[in-house]
């Protein structure tokens, strides 16, 4: 009986062993607590978290972990938990760690029962909640601001626009003020696109009106980027394309940093832009910078449109001038018209109107009612018909035909002036005629600037509302802007880096030292971008399952000795050593797409050249597996990254804790990858190097079959 009893034991002690196991890998923070509110058992991540051993644990109570003012609120749920037997669905709290950092959780807390069903504590399940609880607020953040901005905007489109000096004076301190910048001003782009001249700036709280002047032959580079698209928006400007031409005599000296251009635009035109310019720190301009700056050119817009339509509306005062001098001069035709035999006279301005002559009329009705335009007709007949019947007069606009084929647009008015005696009927109408093909010609110019402007506040309005959306469906709109501007910025950026690299190997004209370097420096920035812009491409159009795999044998040696050559250079730089054990006469054939398997070994060598320690070493393998796979491998000497964090590695976007850092990169590398695998039948993963490291690797099929084309 004794034996039997300690074999139950036994496995009862192996039992907890093991679940106690299996809790310790649980990716949460997990504890449990006696009645008294004393800590009976944590795991090692709850242990970890506080920097104490379970031994130190066991015992204490919440004193020991939290601050006073939150203690109060975890012993009163704990209480409820244990004496009343409820659970505790959702727990907030701010913990400061053994490390002295403040995080977020949110905890669930169960009864614990003995066998005789009593409460005899309770158990307590932790969920990290710092990285939620960053992206709220910095959701927060950016709502108030867009609210801010739509506020400004708001507020701004309401202004009565008197003068345009004024006006462009309050926009560009409102602009500077709201986004934050030292500087902010409006420059005019002349017909031909050849100089910009600034009319309106705003540095530092001062305002500025002179007529600075930039011209292309001076800046082709930025001048090029401005008559394409308008739209500039750097981080660094001192060493940007587009924008590094200012540098030396402009950019350093006033110490700006980033520059934001958005595009004035009137009638699909670009008329100018609105400068805006950071100094300090490097910033990067958001998505609502960019749309807050976009409306704030809109709103200058606004301004050029209306000094046109008040030149407009100035012609014609002065038409209606010159008009009301000839009414005061006479010089309105004149008809009078027999209504019972349809003789009618006019005088000579009548004529003239209609570039006739009095050979050419017949001096009855039918001279004016043939020149009617047949769209006229009809209306105008009524019109005379209906004041006949009146006796009112009548003013009614229509056109006329001229001699040389054009129509006149003529303003008539008229008046029965007799009648008979005895009958009351119509014998006499008079009236003039006047032409007002000029003002007619300005209302419809008026109009179009009317519906132009209207255009624009309803293109703005839902640019807005958009905006919004954005902000609530993100990923959406950073793909579709991503990929939009990826396409934009691939031509000029190819056309920078030929022109750089003819420079570079130009030997007729060679540059000099410090030339050369500058251009190695243009040609290595292109190049990283041209290559964020490649995998933000490959990235859309995997996405949109456009991406094609051809599927051929590939040679892994010959494969492996041309990455080893393509990331030797960039290796070298970073005091990294290469080492391919790969034998020389290895034989091993791969079925793969072979640009694609490049793209992902050279995705995985950069990463372990950018991610290595100092004086570091990058490996490159292959192996043949179990199941008769061909396994590729690339490990580094670097820092690595927690096991818990190996599925984040392959999300699009997430860099971890390198988001921050001066290292170079975008976060899609290893998703694209994963999805190029995918589609080539394979399988990628990473691991930790036992010593220090990482270790990416793919496999694939070693058997050969026929090539093949997989969507």
């Not at 244990?82 to 669930?108: A, L, N, P």
């Not at 614990?112 to 990285?131: E, K, M, P, R």
């Not at 607020?137 to 609210?147: C, E, S, T, Y």
């Not at 691991?687 to 690797?697: A, C, I, R």
Request: contains cysteine.
């Amino acid at each position: 009986m004794s034996n039997e009893l300690e074999t139950d034991n036994g496995t009862l002690v192996n039992k907890i062993d093991d679940l106690e196991n299996i809790l310790d890998h649980v990716d949460a923070y997990i504890c449990t607590k006696d009645s008294q509110g004393k800590y009976t058992y944590a795991n090692q991540k709850f242990c970890e978290l506080f920097n104490h051993s379970l031994t130190e644990i066991i015992g204490a109570d919440d004193s020991k972990f939290f601050d006073a003012e939150k203690l109060n609120d975890l012993i009163a749920n704990d209480l409820l938990v244990v004496k009343e037997g409820q659970t505790i669905e959702r727990e907030e709290c701010h913990v400061m760690t053994g490390t002295g950092e403040y995080r977020d959780f949110i905890s669930i807390k169960k009864p614990l029962t003995g066998s005789d069903g009593s409460i005899t504590g309770l158990l307590a399940v932790f969920t990290d909640n710092t990285q939620l609880k960053l992206r709220e607020v910095l959701i927060d953040k950016h709502h108030d601001q867009l609210l801010q901005n739509q506020k400004v905007l708001h507020q701004l489109t309401k202004e009565t626009i008197f003068d345009k000096k004024r006006a462009l004076n309050k926009i560009i301190s409102i602009d500077a003020v709201n986004l934050q910048i030292q500087r902010s001003s409006v420059w005019l782009l002349n017909d031909d696109g050849s100089t910009l001249t600034c009319i309106a700036l705003y540095d530092q709280g001062r305002l500025f009106n002179e007529d600075n002047i930039l011209e292309a032959k001076d800046y082709p580079r930025y001048f090029a980027v401005l008559n394409d698209c308008g739209f500039i928006s750097v981080e660094d400007a001192q060493s940007h394309p587009a924008t590094s031409e200012f540098s030396e005599n402009y950019l350093k000296p006033l110490g700006i940093t980033s520059m934001l251009d958005v595009p004035i635009r009137m009638h699909e035109k670009v008329i100018g832009i609105v400068c805006h310019e950071h100094v300090g720190k490097n910033r990067t301009w958001t998505p609502g910078d960019e749309e807050f700056a976009k409306s704030i050119a809109d709103i200058c817009a606004q301004v050029f449109l209306e000094e046109k339509r008040k030149q407009t509306k100035n012609q014609l005062k002065i038409s209606k001038q010159q008009l009301q001098n000839v009414i005061d001069g006479a010089q309105l035709g004149y008809w009078d018209w027999n209504y019972r035999t349809g003789e009618q006279v006019v005088n000579n301005r009548w004529l003239a109107m209609l570039g006739l002559s009095k050979s050419h009329i017949q001096n009855h009705v039918s001279d004016w009612d043939s020149r009617i335009h047949p769209d006229d007709k009809q209306r105008l007949i009524e019109t005379v018909e209906a004041h006949i019947q009146s006796g009112e007069n009548y003013v009614a606009e229509f056109r006329m035909l001229h001699t040389d084929g054009h129509w006149v647009w003529i303003q008539g008015s008229g008046a029965v002036v007799e009648y008979d005696k005895e009958t009351q009927e119509p014998i006499r109408l008079c009236g003039t005629h006047q032409d007002i093909t000029e003002r007619k010609n300005i209302d419809v110019e008026l109009n179009e600037y009317k519906n132009d402007l209207e255009k624009l506040v309803t293109e703005r309005t839902k640019e807005l509302e958009s905006a919004r959306n954005e902000a609530e469906k993100s990923n959406q709109a950073k793909s579709e802007f991503l990929s939009s501007m990826s396409h934009e910025l691939r031509t000029p950026m190819n056309a920078v880096l030929g022109f750089s690299g003819l420079l570079a190997t130009d030997t007729q004209s060679p540059l000099t030292e410090d030339q050369l370097e500058s251009v190695e420096l243009i040609i290595e920035g292109g190049e990283h971008l041209l290559n964020l812009i490649d995998d933000v491409l490959d990235l859309s159009e995997i996405e949109s399952g456009h991406s094609v795999v051809n599927i051929e044998t590939v040679d892994i040696n010959a494969l492996i000795n041309k990455i080893q050559f393509l990331i030797q250079s960039q290796a070298e730089k970073q005091g990294i050593t290469i080492e391919n054990i790969v034998a020389a006469d290895c034989a091993f054939k791969i079925q793969a797409d072979k640009k694609k398997l490049k793209q992902v070994l050279l995705n995985f060598c950069s990463n372990a050249i950018k991610y290595n320690s100092e004086n570091g070493v990058l490996t490159i393998s292959c192996a043949k597996t179990p199941e008769n796979k061909l396994r590729l491998s690339v490990s580094d000497t670097g820092k690595g990254v927690p096991e818990s964090s190996f599925p984040g590695l392959f999300e699009a976007f997430n860099r971890l804790d390198k988001a921050n850092s001066n290292i170079q990169g975008t976060g899609i590398g290893l998703n694209i990858c994963k999805q190029l695998v995918k589609q080539m039948g394979g399988e990628i993963g990473v691991f930790q190097n036992p010593d220090k490291g990482l270790t990416f690797w793919v496999e694939l099929d070693e058997t050969i079959h026929s090539d093949k084309v997989l969507a």
